[in-house]
């Protein structure tokens, strides 16, 4: 139950801001197809798809595949002093704030997911006008 409780219900933050952010993408979806009504259904799968892959996308960075990145932006951005030696040192710092942050990309997939589900349920059994 403890890892049920830290992977899912950690932050009701974030899960109003994913749940923000799929309203958001269904009404960019729905303004796209001129607000039909027929469309709703692949427009709520559609924002729920693109918000799983954003969660997924998140979830990779958490992993660290975006560390050589983060370590290339940094070293840019100070030329004249570098706070880190080099790309090891970088990424066993970035590791130890990683293990102390919570799951935050879990809220966007469970959310994306279950509204794709939704989304896929309605668009495959109610029939368009």
Known sequence: ??????????SFKHYMLAAGSFIGLVIICMWI??????????????SGLVLTFVGLLLLLSYLGAFDTLGYAFTTFRSRSRRPYKDLVEYTEVKTR????????FVPYIVVGLIFFVLGMVNWMFVKPH
């Open 97 to 104: 704030t990683r293990k102390v942050q919570e799951y935050f």
């Open 33 to 46: 197809d001129k607000f039909n009504p027929s469309q709703f259904p692949a427009a709520f799968a559609t």
């Open 1 to 10: 139950m403890r890892i049920f409780k830290k992977l899912f219900l950690h």
